[in-house]
């Protein structure tokens, strides 16, 4: 079983950056693919980023990109997503997962979550 526990969220001014943590414990996370994924109220979840084991092959959603960096250390069992030049639209609970066959297509493990409130 793995446990996943997001950190680092908070409130920001538009513009700003946050970065967020996920550490993992219970079993290594060096053979899956990690994902952030994010809920607004009132929305669906939506996907942000994945990374693979290796930390190769980044993946974002199009209304990220070139804003947020997502990035992993094996060794420490943690994912980070660096968010920068926040914007309102960006304001939702981020949630961290993981994948435990590398495939994408489905995520095994979620985080509890950490809420990420941008102002305007």
């Known amino acids: 079983q793995v446990q996943l526990v997001e950190s680092g969220g908070g409130l920001v001014q538009a513009g700003g950056s946050l970065r967020l943590s996920c550490a993992a414990s219970g079993r290594t996370l060096s053979t899956y693919r990690m994902g952030w994924f994010r809920q607004a109220p009132g929305k669906e979840r939506e996907f942000v980023a994945a990374?693979?084991?290796?930390?190769?092959?980044?993946r974002y959603a199009d209304s990220v990109k070139g804003r947020f960096t997502i990035s992993r250390d094996n060794a420490k069992n943690t994912v980070y997503l660096q968010m920068n030049s926040l914007k309102p639209e960006d304001t939702a609970v981020y949630y961290c997962?993981?994948?435990?066959?590398?495939?994408?297509?489905?995520?095994?493990?979620w985080g509890q979550g950490t809420q990420v409130t941008v102002s305007s």
């Open positions: 997962a993981a994948d435990r066959d590398g495939s994408g297509l489905h995520y095994d493990y």
């Open positions: 990374i693979n084991w290796s930390g190769g092959r980044p």
